[in-house]
């Protein structure tokens, strides 16, 4: 069963925009994981934040977790045509690092 | 850099037949695994593998069986392949122990099967 589920479904912006994309879980995480999906391809792992962290950046990525909400957000600043993706949260289980489960996804279009 | 290798991007199969998908890993990994992607469900985990011989049902292992002799190699098998097997699949690896969780994904096989 899926773990994450993004929010929003889709998201469409200009060029220079910020883009925030929400992921909400239900059980208890050792970490979760933002990934990368061009379309077509396979995922591309983007950036990890463990139970224990609160926030992340990664270049022009900004992470965020909530472990109280089961809740986190990805920011991506200062979008750029090249962002366009789907964008996946993936939660690590606690006591079972194995189990990593993928939520349905948020469609980034950003326009030029 | 870890990659992930997948027998065929593009596959049409038919309704009855037997299907292998196949995936390479060259980074040594111990953990492999087999998702589906379908629209609006993200990725569901069929699979998983934690060691030569070794694996565990996923979410949603009916209609497929997997086998793994070596430890690059994980092979995913449709027995008897149905319209409703029509996705894209997808293969990944990752080593665990490393407090590195990130999987590592190959480029996917898009199915179909008429």
């Known amino acids: 069963s899926q773990q994450g589920e993004e929010d929003p479904q889709a998201l469409s912006i200009q060029e220079g925009e910020n883009a925030t994309m929400n992921c909400s879980y239900k059980?208890?995480?050792?970490?979760l994981q933002w990934y990368r999906q061009n379309s077509g391809r396979g995922l591309v792992h983007l950036i990890l934040i463990r139970s224990n962290e609160r926030e992340k950046h990664s270049g022009r990525l900004r992470v965020t977790l909530d472990t109280s909400k089961k809740s986190s957000s990805l920011l991506i600043t200062a979008s750029r045509a090249a962002d366009t993706a789907s964008y996946f949260c993936a939660t690590v289980r606690a006591y079972n690092n194995n189990d990593m489960r993928f939520g349905a996804g948020t469609r980034l279009t950003v326009k030029p | 850099d870890v990659k992930v290798t997948q027998s065929s991007r593009y596959l049409v199969k038919r309704t009855g037949e037997k299907v292998f998908l196949e995936c390479v890993q060259d980074?040594?990994?111990?953990?492999m695994f087999w998702y589906r992607q379908d629209p609006g469900l993200g990725l569901r985990l069929i699979y998983f593998?934690?060691?030569?011989?070794?694996?565990e049902k996923g979410d949603i292992p009916e209609g497929y069986s997997v086998s793994r002799e070596k430890k690059e190699r994980f092979s995913l098998i449709l027995e008897s392949a149905s319209t409703n097997q029509t996705s894209m699949y997808l293969c990944?690896?990752?080593?665990?122990?490393?407090?590195?969780?990130?999987?590592?994904f190959g480029p996917g096989t898009r199915l179909t099967v008429t």
């Open positions: 980074m040594d990994h111990e953990n």
């Open positions: 990944a690896s990752s080593q665990p122990g490393t407090g590195r969780y990130e999987q590592y």
């Open positions: 059980t208890s995480i050792n970490n």
């Open positions: 593998s934690y060691d030569v011989k070794m694996k």
